[in-house]
Protein backbone atom coordinates (compact mmCIF):
# COMPACT_ATOMS: atom_id res chain seq x y z
CA UNK A 1 0.00 0.00 0.00
CA UNK A 2 1.72 3.24 -1.23
CA UNK A 3 2.13 6.43 0.72
CA UNK A 4 0.22 9.11 -1.48
CA UNK A 5 3.33 11.26 -0.96
CA UNK A 6 5.63 9.75 -3.03
CA UNK A 7 3.66 7.94 -5.65
CA UNK A 8 0.03 9.02 -6.99
CA UNK A 9 -2.28 6.28 -6.85
CA UNK A 10 -4.34 5.47 -10.99
CA UNK A 11 -7.48 4.08 -10.80
CA UNK A 12 -9.81 2.59 -9.29
CA UNK A 13 -10.12 -0.08 -12.16
CA UNK A 14 -12.34 -2.86 -12.11
CA UNK A 15 -12.23 -6.21 -11.94
CA UNK A 16 -12.80 -6.89 -15.27
CA UNK A 17 -10.31 -3.93 -16.80
CA UNK A 18 -7.54 -6.45 -14.49
CA UNK A 19 -8.19 -9.37 -15.58
CA UNK A 20 -8.02 -8.08 -19.61
CA UNK A 21 -4.71 -6.30 -18.90
CA UNK A 22 -3.47 -9.79 -17.60
CA UNK A 23 -5.38 -12.73 -18.93
CA UNK A 24 -6.75 -13.64 -15.64
CA UNK A 25 -9.83 -15.37 -15.44
CA UNK A 26 -12.90 -14.01 -13.10
CA UNK A 27 -13.77 -17.22 -10.69
CA UNK A 28 -16.96 -18.57 -9.99
CA UNK A 29 -18.83 -15.80 -11.54
CA UNK A 30 -17.24 -12.98 -8.90
CA UNK A 31 -18.56 -9.74 -10.03
CA UNK A 32 -16.30 -8.63 -12.37
CA UNK A 33 -17.54 -4.22 -12.16
CA UNK A 34 -16.10 -4.35 -8.79
CA UNK A 35 -13.64 -1.42 -8.09
CA UNK A 36 -10.70 -2.13 -7.18
CA UNK A 37 -9.34 0.94 -5.00
CA UNK A 38 -5.44 -0.19 -4.11
CA UNK A 39 -2.81 -2.78 -4.73
CA UNK A 40 -1.84 -4.60 -0.68
CA UNK A 41 0.09 -7.25 0.69
CA UNK A 42 -2.14 -10.25 2.18
CA UNK A 43 -1.96 -9.19 5.75
CA UNK A 44 -2.86 -5.39 5.46
CA UNK A 45 -5.60 -5.48 2.59
CA UNK A 46 -8.77 -3.97 2.79
CA UNK A 47 -11.98 -4.86 0.68
CA UNK A 48 -11.02 -2.87 -2.02
CA UNK A 49 -7.55 -4.20 -2.29
CA UNK A 50 -6.17 -6.74 -4.40
CA UNK A 51 -3.33 -8.99 -2.75
CA UNK A 52 -2.12 -11.39 -4.85
CA UNK A 53 -0.41 -14.79 -3.49
CA UNK A 54 1.96 -17.16 -4.72
CA UNK A 55 4.07 -18.61 -2.39
CA UNK A 56 3.13 -21.68 -0.01
CA UNK A 57 4.83 -20.41 2.75
CA UNK A 58 2.06 -17.75 2.92
CA UNK A 59 -1.21 -19.97 2.99
CA UNK A 60 -2.07 -18.61 6.43
CA UNK A 61 -2.16 -15.20 5.74
CA UNK A 62 -4.45 -16.06 2.33
CA UNK A 63 -6.86 -17.71 4.63
CA UNK A 64 -6.73 -15.03 7.08
CA UNK A 65 -6.37 -11.84 4.14
CA UNK A 66 -9.06 -9.48 4.83
CA UNK A 67 -8.36 -8.37 0.72
CA UNK A 68 -11.46 -8.01 -1.45
CA UNK A 69 -10.10 -9.59 -4.76
CA UNK A 70 -7.25 -12.08 -4.61
CA UNK A 71 -5.12 -12.89 -7.39
CA UNK A 72 -3.63 -16.42 -7.54
CA UNK A 73 -3.45 -19.44 -8.91
CA UNK A 74 -5.78 -21.99 -9.54
CA UNK A 75 -5.13 -24.47 -7.13
CA UNK A 76 -5.17 -22.13 -4.23
CA UNK A 77 -8.29 -21.13 -5.08
CA UNK A 78 -9.94 -23.35 -2.21
CA UNK A 79 -7.56 -21.18 0.51
CA UNK A 80 -9.08 -17.97 -0.52
CA UNK A 81 -11.82 -16.27 2.45
CA UNK A 82 -15.08 -16.30 1.26
CA UNK A 83 -16.49 -13.76 -0.02
CA UNK A 84 -13.13 -12.64 -1.97
CA UNK A 85 -12.90 -12.17 -5.61
CA UNK A 86 -10.90 -14.30 -7.18
CA UNK A 87 -8.41 -13.61 -9.87
CA UNK A 88 -6.95 -16.80 -11.59
CA UNK A 89 -3.86 -16.73 -13.34
CA UNK A 90 -0.89 -18.68 -14.38
CA UNK A 91 1.64 -16.97 -13.32
CA UNK A 92 0.31 -14.41 -10.16
CA UNK A 93 3.29 -12.37 -10.00
CA UNK A 94 3.69 -11.91 -13.52
CA UNK A 95 0.11 -10.53 -13.23
CA UNK A 96 0.54 -8.45 -10.03
CA UNK A 97 3.37 -6.91 -12.19
CA UNK A 98 1.67 -5.68 -14.98
CA UNK A 99 -1.87 -4.70 -12.35
CA UNK A 100 1.06 -2.36 -10.37
CA UNK A 101 2.63 -1.16 -13.34
CA UNK A 102 -1.13 -0.02 -13.95
CA UNK A 103 -2.23 1.63 -10.34
CA UNK A 104 1.76 3.06 -10.03
CA UNK A 105 3.40 3.92 -13.36
CA UNK A 106 5.44 6.57 -11.86
CA UNK A 107 7.01 4.08 -9.84
CA UNK A 108 8.56 2.47 -12.96
CA UNK A 109 11.44 4.34 -13.51
CA UNK A 110 12.73 6.70 -10.73
CA UNK A 111 11.27 9.78 -10.08
CA UNK A 112 13.80 13.30 -10.02
CA UNK A 113 14.89 15.11 -6.88
CA UNK A 114 14.54 18.40 -8.76
CA UNK A 115 10.59 17.66 -9.37
CA UNK A 116 10.38 20.34 -12.32
CA UNK A 117 11.70 19.88 -16.28
CA UNK A 118 14.72 21.15 -18.93
CA UNK A 119 17.75 22.31 -17.96
CA UNK A 120 17.76 23.37 -14.42
CA UNK A 121 19.36 26.62 -12.56
CA UNK A 122 22.47 25.15 -11.69
CA UNK A 123 22.92 22.65 -14.16
CA UNK A 124 26.13 22.51 -16.28
CA UNK A 125 25.45 21.31 -20.22
CA UNK A 126 28.42 21.77 -22.20
CA UNK A 127 27.61 23.93 -25.04
CA UNK A 128 28.25 21.31 -27.61
CA UNK A 129 26.52 18.63 -25.90
CA UNK A 130 23.07 17.74 -27.65
CA UNK A 131 19.62 17.79 -26.25
CA UNK A 132 17.04 16.59 -27.92
CA UNK A 133 12.93 17.66 -26.75
CA UNK A 134 12.19 16.69 -23.28
CA UNK A 135 15.44 16.03 -21.69
CA UNK A 136 15.44 17.27 -18.21
CA UNK A 137 18.85 17.54 -16.36
CA UNK A 138 18.34 18.57 -12.68
CA UNK A 139 20.57 20.85 -10.24
CA UNK A 140 24.04 20.19 -9.95
CA UNK A 141 24.37 17.48 -12.92
CA UNK A 142 26.94 17.75 -15.48
CA UNK A 143 26.94 17.62 -18.92
CA UNK A 144 29.91 17.29 -20.81
CA UNK A 145 31.49 18.46 -24.24
CA UNK A 146 30.16 16.14 -27.51
CA UNK A 147 28.02 14.37 -25.21
CA UNK A 148 24.03 13.05 -26.49
CA UNK A 149 20.87 12.83 -24.89
CA UNK A 150 17.48 11.29 -26.01
CA UNK A 151 13.82 12.94 -25.66
CA UNK A 152 12.38 11.95 -22.41
CA UNK A 153 15.53 10.98 -20.39
CA UNK A 154 16.41 12.91 -17.14
CA UNK A 155 20.04 12.96 -16.04
CA UNK A 156 19.46 13.54 -11.96
CA UNK A 157 20.99 16.18 -9.95
CA UNK A 158 24.69 15.81 -9.19
CA UNK A 159 25.00 13.24 -11.91
CA UNK A 160 28.10 13.13 -14.23
CA UNK A 161 27.67 12.61 -18.31
CA UNK A 162 30.92 12.57 -19.46
CA UNK A 163 32.23 13.79 -22.53
CA UNK A 164 30.86 12.23 -26.23
CA UNK A 165 28.72 10.10 -23.90
CA UNK A 166 25.39 8.85 -25.77
CA UNK A 167 22.22 8.23 -23.69
CA UNK A 168 18.94 7.05 -25.74
CA UNK A 169 15.68 7.88 -25.40
CA UNK A 170 13.32 7.49 -21.52
CA UNK A 171 16.44 6.80 -19.91
CA UNK A 172 16.73 7.43 -16.12
CA UNK A 173 20.14 8.88 -14.95
CA UNK A 174 19.55 8.76 -11.24
CA UNK A 175 21.51 11.36 -8.66
CA UNK A 176 24.88 11.35 -8.01
CA UNK A 177 25.58 8.74 -11.07
CA UNK A 178 28.12 8.97 -13.11
CA UNK A 179 28.55 7.78 -16.85
CA UNK A 180 31.99 8.09 -18.71
CA UNK A 181 33.09 6.39 -22.01
CA UNK A 182 29.57 4.81 -22.43
CA UNK A 183 26.72 4.50 -25.15
CA UNK A 184 23.57 3.82 -23.82
CA UNK A 185 20.57 2.49 -25.49
CA UNK A 186 16.74 3.48 -24.58
CA UNK A 187 14.25 2.92 -21.79
CA UNK A 188 17.94 2.12 -18.97
CA UNK A 189 17.47 3.09 -15.41
CA UNK A 190 20.68 3.51 -13.93
CA UNK A 191 20.59 4.20 -9.78
CA UNK A 192 21.99 6.55 -7.40
CA UNK A 193 25.08 6.16 -7.20
CA UNK A 194 26.45 3.99 -10.24
CA UNK A 195 29.46 4.39 -11.67
CA UNK A 196 30.68 3.79 -15.35
CA UNK A 197 33.05 3.55 -17.77
CA UNK A 198 35.63 4.21 -15.38
CA UNK A 199 39.51 1.90 -15.75
CA UNK A 200 39.13 -1.34 -15.80
CA UNK A 201 41.56 -2.71 -13.14
CA UNK A 202 44.66 -3.32 -15.61
CA UNK A 203 48.46 -3.49 -14.23
CA UNK A 204 51.74 -5.81 -15.52
CA UNK A 205 52.92 -6.49 -12.44
CA UNK A 206 56.45 -6.35 -11.50
CA UNK A 207 59.45 -6.37 -8.69
CA UNK A 208 60.23 -2.44 -10.05
CA UNK A 209 56.27 -1.30 -9.43
CA UNK A 210 52.87 -1.83 -11.18
CA UNK A 211 52.85 -0.82 -14.82
CA UNK A 212 49.10 0.52 -15.82
CA UNK A 213 47.71 -1.00 -18.64
CA UNK A 214 46.26 1.55 -20.91
CA UNK A 215 41.77 0.94 -20.57
CA UNK A 216 40.59 2.13 -24.11
CA UNK A 217 37.52 0.41 -24.04
CA UNK A 218 33.82 1.28 -24.26
CA UNK A 219 30.90 0.59 -21.53
CA UNK A 220 28.11 -0.75 -23.90
CA UNK A 221 24.36 -0.61 -22.50
CA UNK A 222 22.06 -2.04 -24.54
CA UNK A 223 18.07 -1.17 -23.97
CA UNK A 224 15.61 -1.84 -21.21
CA UNK A 225 18.70 -2.22 -18.93
CA UNK A 226 18.07 -1.43 -14.79
CA UNK A 227 21.91 -1.04 -12.74
CA UNK A 228 21.01 -0.92 -9.01
CA UNK A 229 22.82 1.62 -6.39
CA UNK A 230 26.23 1.59 -6.11
CA UNK A 231 27.09 -0.91 -8.86
CA UNK A 232 30.59 -0.22 -11.10
CA UNK A 233 30.42 -1.20 -14.68
CA UNK A 234 34.06 -0.76 -16.05
CA UNK A 235 35.18 0.26 -19.59
CA UNK A 236 37.05 -2.39 -21.35
CA UNK A 237 40.59 -2.32 -21.96
CA UNK A 238 41.10 -3.15 -25.99
CA UNK A 239 37.32 -4.07 -26.63
CA UNK A 240 34.00 -2.94 -25.29
CA UNK A 241 32.15 -4.00 -21.37
CA UNK A 242 28.54 -5.29 -23.18
CA UNK A 243 25.66 -4.89 -21.17
CA UNK A 244 22.88 -7.30 -22.93
CA UNK A 245 19.02 -5.71 -23.56
CA UNK A 246 16.73 -6.61 -20.95
CA UNK A 247 19.52 -7.77 -18.37
CA UNK A 248 18.54 -6.57 -14.69
CA UNK A 249 21.84 -5.70 -12.30
CA UNK A 250 20.65 -5.31 -8.08
CA UNK A 251 22.69 -2.72 -5.91
CA UNK A 252 26.32 -3.15 -5.27
CA UNK A 253 27.54 -5.42 -8.04
CA UNK A 254 31.12 -5.11 -9.52
CA UNK A 255 31.48 -6.01 -13.49
CA UNK A 256 34.95 -5.72 -14.67
CA UNK A 257 36.69 -4.53 -18.03
CA UNK A 258 35.90 -6.39 -21.49
CA UNK A 259 32.61 -8.80 -19.48
CA UNK A 260 30.15 -9.83 -21.61
CA UNK A 261 26.47 -10.05 -20.07
CA UNK A 262 24.21 -11.43 -22.30
CA UNK A 263 20.36 -10.44 -23.25
CA UNK A 264 18.27 -10.61 -20.34
CA UNK A 265 20.42 -11.85 -17.15
CA UNK A 266 19.71 -11.50 -13.55
CA UNK A 267 22.39 -10.28 -11.27
CA UNK A 268 21.95 -10.27 -7.89
CA UNK A 269 23.83 -7.87 -4.96
CA UNK A 270 26.83 -7.89 -3.53
CA UNK A 271 28.83 -10.47 -6.73
CA UNK A 272 31.71 -9.79 -8.59
CA UNK A 273 32.05 -10.80 -12.30
CA UNK A 274 35.78 -10.60 -13.08
CA UNK A 275 37.42 -8.99 -16.92
CA UNK A 276 36.67 -11.12 -20.14
CA UNK A 277 34.24 -13.02 -18.50
CA UNK A 278 30.68 -14.15 -20.73
CA UNK A 279 27.27 -15.03 -19.55
CA UNK A 280 24.73 -16.00 -22.40
CA UNK A 281 21.24 -15.02 -22.11
CA UNK A 282 19.20 -15.66 -19.55
CA UNK A 283 21.50 -16.27 -16.84
CA UNK A 284 20.66 -16.06 -13.78
CA UNK A 285 23.35 -15.17 -10.88
CA UNK A 286 22.36 -15.26 -7.03
CA UNK A 287 23.57 -12.89 -4.60
CA UNK A 288 27.38 -12.62 -3.52
CA UNK A 289 28.44 -14.90 -6.29
CA UNK A 290 31.93 -14.15 -7.69
CA UNK A 291 33.21 -15.16 -10.82
CA UNK A 292 37.03 -15.62 -11.84
CA UNK A 293 38.12 -13.73 -15.70
CA UNK A 294 37.75 -15.39 -18.37
CA UNK A 295 35.01 -17.79 -17.39
CA UNK A 296 32.37 -18.22 -19.83
CA UNK A 297 28.55 -19.24 -18.32
CA UNK A 298 26.61 -20.84 -20.82
CA UNK A 299 22.53 -19.39 -21.58
CA UNK A 300 20.15 -20.15 -19.18
CA UNK A 301 22.95 -21.20 -16.82
CA UNK A 302 21.72 -20.43 -12.98
CA UNK A 303 24.96 -19.79 -10.33
CA UNK A 304 23.16 -20.43 -6.37
CA UNK A 305 24.03 -17.56 -4.02
CA UNK A 306 27.36 -17.23 -2.39
CA UNK A 307 28.90 -19.31 -5.00
CA UNK A 308 32.63 -19.26 -6.67
CA UNK A 309 32.72 -20.14 -10.09
CA UNK A 310 36.22 -20.78 -11.35
CA UNK A 311 35.13 -23.15 -14.75
CA UNK A 312 33.11 -22.34 -17.65
CA UNK A 313 29.42 -23.61 -16.86
CA UNK A 314 27.40 -25.32 -19.53
CA UNK A 315 24.42 -23.80 -20.57
CA UNK A 316 21.07 -24.49 -18.34
CA UNK A 317 23.05 -25.81 -15.85
CA UNK A 318 22.38 -25.20 -12.15
CA UNK A 319 25.58 -24.56 -10.58
CA UNK A 320 26.87 -23.70 -6.52
CA UNK A 321 29.54 -24.43 -4.31
CA UNK A 322 33.02 -23.38 -3.61
CA UNK A 323 34.34 -24.09 -5.67
CA UNK A 324 30.95 -24.35 -8.05
CA UNK A 325 30.15 -27.14 -9.49
CA UNK A 326 26.89 -28.88 -10.68
CA UNK A 327 24.50 -28.59 -7.91
CA UNK A 328 23.61 -32.60 -7.39
CA UNK A 329 27.32 -32.97 -7.01
CA UNK A 330 27.87 -29.82 -4.60
CA UNK A 331 23.95 -31.11 -2.74
CA UNK A 332 25.96 -35.39 -2.40
CA UNK A 333 29.30 -33.06 -0.85
CA UNK A 334 27.26 -31.11 1.73
CA UNK A 335 25.29 -34.23 2.57
CA UNK A 336 28.55 -36.55 3.28
CA UNK A 337 30.10 -33.58 5.18
CA UNK A 338 27.34 -33.30 7.86
CA UNK A 339 27.22 -36.90 7.98
CA UNK A 340 31.13 -36.78 8.36
CA UNK A 341 30.76 -34.41 10.96
CA UNK A 342 27.64 -35.99 12.94
CA UNK A 343 30.34 -39.38 13.29
CA UNK A 344 31.88 -37.67 15.96
CA UNK A 345 29.48 -36.19 17.61
CA UNK A 346 29.50 -37.94 20.99
CA UNK A 347 26.21 -40.70 21.67
CA UNK A 348 23.96 -39.77 24.37
CA UNK A 349 24.50 -41.25 27.76
CA UNK A 350 28.51 -41.61 26.55
Same mark, same amino acid.
Given at each position: ????????? /?????????????????????????????????????????? *???????????????????????????????????????????? *???????? *???????????? $??????????????????????????????????????????????????????????????????????????????????????????? $?? $???????????????????????? +?????????? +?????? +??????????????????????????????????????? /???????????????????????????????????????????????????????????????
Amino acid at each position: MSDPVFFRR /QGPFSVAELAAWTGAKIAGGGDGSRQVRDIAPLDCAGADDLA *YFENPAYLDQLSATRAGICLLAEKYASRAPEGAVLLIAAEPYRA *YAEIGARF *YPEALRPLGAWG $GSGVAPGAHVHESARLESDVTVEPGAVVGAGAQIGSGSCIGAGAIVGSNVRIGRNCSISPGASLLHALVGDRVIVHPGVRIGQDGFGFAMG $GQ $GHAKIVQTGRVVIQNDVEIGANTT +IDRGASRDTV +IGEGTK +IDNQVQIGHNVVVGRHCIIVAQSGISGSTELGDFVAIGG /QVGILGHVKIGAGAQIAASSRVRDDVPAGERWGGTPAKPVRIWFREMTALKRLGESDRPKKGS
